[in-house]
Structures are given as structure tokens and as C-alpha cells.
């Protein structure tokens, strides 16, 4: 534990998480590095359309990311759990940097034409980004004491959901107004200053362990963690379901130019609206935090978020798709704040690097395999139907985890302390 996790907290009435500077440092490595992401995606997205005009050419974007990053990340886990975490994190941020940097290259024309280079930078950001959820949680835990998560949580969940606002408006509006080269560039320096934060913290981290077994036996360890503990295995299937059906956002160039006649801007804010939501919902629950019934609210969320996604697919007018998308990051924001506190509860220390991995396996590839999935029905039957279908899904998972897992629908978050 930091010292200054020590000094600003105690079980009886711990501070507010805000006043630890280490708690502050991570919040920054944070925020610079989601910018970062979500600026190259937006700009991507753009970039490829603009070459190929074809809604499964965006659903590749989502595939050349997922597969290094499912290959990548059960080691990154381990590593997470046996290294010293903040200088892993170093390292990712500025792994974080070289994608946007190849493809201002790419933009410029110094390395030839092409949209399979595109596609192999993306590759690059899937098994780099495999690193940045692990040490994040394992950080998590080292700033704060176990009384601050909630309140942790729902902050890092404002932070993580307001860089998704600002990430894709920003990069959506440089895309329109300076070009493609600049979102990337900014992009790049995001990622740089994630680098920053992480120098700037102090924290007392375990000494490495890279002796203490076999790296397979210990990545199994953690796979059959969570695959024991019920409450845990159910939210993050849970989420990862929904976001593998309901993920109609990565549609979103598409629509812009076929369905809600925009420009970039447009992109931009469609982008950002699901982020906007969440960032309002985080904003209250971290004031008035969830404890009795959190299971139920958690399948309500969720089943709510399969709602907005079936009204986006069948609105034909740009705010009113806005709106929807505003609504599903309410839902969807209630969701993430629940998760990563079921996760960071259930969780014992020695392990959080392996079973963040795991998670960012369910959940984190979901976003990435959602959009090929998306991209794959919105070519076979038509945009609209593949979202509405998506919608519908999500709404059958819902059922289907309420059935199957009635420890999840009973949860009291105290049960996990």
C-alpha cells in the first residue's frame, strides 16, 4: 500500500479518493491513454471508410485489434502480476505512441498506399493495449484501501467514460477541420503524457516473482478463479455479451454518411454521446453508491442498454440517434461501475494483473469482436436489421444470466468485502 493511500484514508471514515496524489497520477495515466485510443479509432474509422466505402471493411478495423490483443493478453496478465507494474505501464504507453505515428506516415504517403498497413498498425495497438487494463487495476488497488473502492471506481469510471467524450469528438472534429495527420499527432502526444503520469507516482509495489512457477500454470491459475467464482464470471459474461451484440457504434461511419447524412463532426458526437451518458451516470454514483440489490441493477442497466440500441437502429434523424446513444452510456455506465467493483472486491491482490487480463479478454475484446460482428451483419442484412438484431440479443443475454445465475441476481456488494 502507497503511503499516501495510508495517510489519506482509514477504515472508519476513509478520504475522498481525489486527495491522493499516487490516486490522481493514475487517473491521469488514464485519461491520456483512452484520448489516445479513442482518438486513433475515430480516425481510423474515417480513414478506412474514406478508402473503401464498404461497412465490413470497419469491421476489420475491430478484427486486426482483437486478434493480438486475445494472443497477448493471458501473458500480459502474468507479467502485470510478477514486474513491476508502473515501469510495464511506461513501457505500453509508449508502445501506445508508435501506432499513431506509423500512421501519420501512412497518411502522409512515406510509406505507399495501401489499407492493409493501415490494419497492420492496428495490430500493433491490440497487443500493446492488452497491458494498460492490467496495470491499471493492479494500481487500483495499490493507491487506495479497500473501503475507497466504490468510490474509486465510479471516479475511475467518469474519467475513463469523459476521455471517451472527449476522444472522439476531438478526433472527429481535427479529422474535419485539420486533417487526419493532426488527430494522429495529438493522438501520439496523448499517449506520451500517459507515460508522464505513471513517473510521477510513488507506490510500494510487491518485489517480482517471476520464479514462483511455470507461466502457463499461473495463467490458469487466475482462468480458474474466475471461472469458480459465480458473481464474478456472470458480470463480466454479462457485459461482454452485450457489448458483442449491442455494439452498434462501431456502425457509426456508416450511418453518418448513409442513413443521418453528416460529415466527421457528426461522427464525432455520435462517438461521444455513449461516453456523455456514462460520464453523468458515474457522476452520480460516485456520490450515491450502489450497495443493496446491485445485481438487479445491474441486469436492468444491461437490459437497458439493449433498448437504446434497437431505438438507434431504427431512428432515422441524427440528434434523436444522438439521444439514444446518450441513453445506452447511462445504462452502460452503471454497468462498468458495478463491474469493476465486483472485480476489484472479489479480487485477492496477488492476482489482479491475471484476472484484469481475463477480464479485458471478456470484456475489452468484446468492443473490438462486437465491431466485426456488426460490420459482418450490417453487410449481410442491411445496417438497420443488424443493429436492431443486435439490440434484441443483448435483451436475451439479459434473460439468460438472470436465469442462470441467481448469485449475481441477489448481490449485495457488501457480501464481497
Known amino acids: 500500500m502507497s503511503t499516501g493511500a495510508a495517510t489519506a484514508a482509514s477504515p472508519d471514515a476513509p478520504a475522498p479518493p481525489l486527495r491522493n496524489p499516487n490516486f490522481r497520477a493514475l487517473m491521469g495515466y488514464r485519461i491520456c491513454t483512452i484520448l489516445s485510443y479513442q482518438m486513433v479509432a475515430v480516425t481510423v474509422g474515417w480513414h478506412v471508410y474514406e478508402l473503401t466505402r464498404n461497412p465490413w471493411m470497419l469491421g476489420l478495423i475491430g478484427l486486426a485489434e482483437v486478434l493480438p490483443y486475445f494472443c497477448v493478453a493471458p501473458f500480459a496478465g502474468y507479467l502485470v502480476d510478477h514486474l513491476p507494474r508502473r515501469r510495464l505501464g511506461m513501457v505500453a504507453c509508449a508502445g501506445l505512441a508508435i501506432t499513431p505515428l506509423v500512421l501519420v506516415a501512412i497518411t502522409q504517403g512515406w510509406l505507399g498506399d495501401g489499407v492493409w498497413k493501415i490494419y497492420a498498425a492496428v495490430v500493433l495497438t491490440g497487443g500493446v493495449r492488452s497491458f494498460l487494463g492490467p496495470v491499471y487495476n493492479a494500481l487500483f488497488a495499490r493507491v487506495l484501501v479497500r473501503e475507497q473502492f466504490v468510490r474509486g471506481a465510479s471516479l475511475g469510471s467518469i474519467v475513463f467514460q469523459s476521455a471517451l467524450v472527449v476522444g472522439p469528438a476531438l478526433g472527429g472534429v481535427l479529422v474535419g477541420w485539420a486533417g487526419m495527420s493532426v488527430a494522429y499527432g495529438l493522438a501520439a502526444c496523448f499517449a506520451a503524457l500517459a507515460v508522464f503520469a505513471l513517473a510521477r507516482m510513488e507506490v510500494t509495489e510487491p518485489a517480482p516473482q517471476l520464479q514462483r512457477g511455470p507461466v502457463f500454470a499461473s495463467i490458469a491459475e487466475g482462468a480458474r478463479f474466475v471461472f469458480g467464482h459465480q458473481i464474478l464470471l456472470a458480470a463480466l459474461a454479462l457485459d461482454m455479451f452485450a457489448v458483442l451484440f449491442g455494439g452498434a457504434i462501431s456502425l457509426a461511419p456508416a450511418f453518418i454518411r448513409e442513413i443521418l447524412h453528416y460529415g466527421p463532426e457528426g461522427l464525432g458526437i455520435l462517438r461521444a454521446a455513449p461516453a456523455l451518458g456514462a460520464v453523468a451516470v458515474g457522476i452520480w454514483l460516485a456520490r450515491r453508491p450502489v450497495q443493496r440489490n446491485a445485481g438487479r441493477v445491474l441486469l436492468m442497466a444491461v437490459a437497458g442498454f439493449g433498448l437504446c440500441i434497437i431505438g438507434f437502429g431504427l ?9 439514444f446513444l446518450l441513453l ?9 461501475v458495478l463491474r469493476s467493483t465486483i472485480m476489484q472486491l472479489a479480487t485477492p491482490d496477488e492476482m489482479r494483473g491475471r484476472v ?5 479478454l471478456f470484456v475489452g475484446s468484446s468492443n473490438e469482436l462486437g465491431a466485426f460482428y456488426a460490420g459482418s451483419m450490417g453487410r449481410l442484412l442491411g445496417l438497420v436489421p443488424a443493429v436492431v438484431l443486435g439490440g434484441c440479443v443483448t435483451l436475451g443475454v439479459v434473460a439468460t444470466t438472470a436465469l442462470k445465475a441467481p448469485r449475481l441476481r441477489r448481490l449485495d456488494l457488501r457480501e464481497l468485502r
Do not use: E
Not at 445506452?328 to 462498468?336: A, H, N, R
Open 315 to 323: 431512428s432515422k434523424l441524427f440528434w434523436l440517434s444522438a439521444f
Open 328 to 336: 445506452s452510456g447511462m445504462c452502460d455506465g452503471v454497468s462498468v
Open 356 to 360: 484484469s487480463s481475463i477480464n479485458g
